[in-house]
């Protein structure tokens, strides 16, 4: 039988602190149970080395989060 999500969420909620965080302890180590990939994470390490690259050559430039949103914004509008 499924919960219906809000149902769900409200009985999470009304939870006492220390047992919601005892639950999301849980589900995060949940996501840590699918399986780990190596190429998947070679390719990352290759990608970070390009974009650190890319940086220190000066043909990128970081950029902060509040930026980004705000471009990723003007775009969509």
Avoid: K, N, Y
């Avoid at 909620?13 to 994470?41: G, M, Y």
């Amino acid at each position: 039988m499924t919960i219906p999500m809000e149902v769900l969420t409200a009985e999470v909620l009304a939870l006492p602190p220390d047992e919601r965080s005892r639950l999301l302890d849980r589900l995060l180590a949940s996501f840590d149970a699918e399986p780990f990939d190596p190429a998947w994470e070679q390719e990352w390490a290759t990608e970070i080395d390009r974009r650190e690259a890319a940086i220190e050559s000066g043909q990128a430039t970081w950029l902060s989060g509040e930026e980004v949103v705000t471009r990723l914004r003007a775009r969509l509008a």
